[in-house]
């Protein structure tokens, strides 16, 4: 069975740090690109970073660059978003998912077209 598992999430205070997991089964996570998503309530899903399949070429959007990290450990089939320095306007419900390219993250309307996601872990950040 296909799909991605993540963990992780909970309660973190401004200016902390969390570390989200995307763990596969089913499939070498090494022949994807993983990108990461997030959803705030009352608001769209939008891209957030993602990860070539290589592990080579990151991607992270404006509002998280230089506060978010991405790494895989192909061996453990796991991809990891590391947030550091978070801010009230991160929480959200964070989602993995497996793409080809990051091309659900980069291009506009191109997240219609990913099929295999995880299941989400919400991040609270709340002093």
């Known amino acids: 069975q296909v799909q991605l598992v993540e963990s992780g999430g909970g309660f973190v205070r401004p200016g902390g740090s969390m570390r989200l997991s995307c763990t596969a089964s089913?499939?070498?996570?090494?022949?994807?690109?993983i990108g990461w998503f997030r959803q705030a309530p009352g608001k769209e899903r939008e891209g957030v970073a993602c990860?070539?399949?290589?592990?080579?070429?990151?991607y992270f959007v404006d509002s998280v660059k230089g506060r978010f990290t991405l790494s895989r450990d192909n061996a453990e089939n796991t991809v990891y978003l590391e947030m550091n320095n978070v801010k009230p306007e991160d929480t959200a419900v964070y989602y993995c998912?497996?793409?080809?390219?990051?091309?659900?993250?980069?291009?506009?309307?191109?997240?219609?077209?990913?099929?295999?996601w995880g299941q989400g872990a919400l991040v609270n950040v709340s002093s």
């Open positions: 089913g499939f070498f996570i090494d022949n994807y690109a």
């Open positions: 990860i070539s399949d290589s592990g080579g070429s990151t």
């Open positions: 998912a497996r793409d080809l390219s990051c091309a659900g993250v980069v291009v506009a309307g191109a997240i219609k077209y990913l099929e295999v």
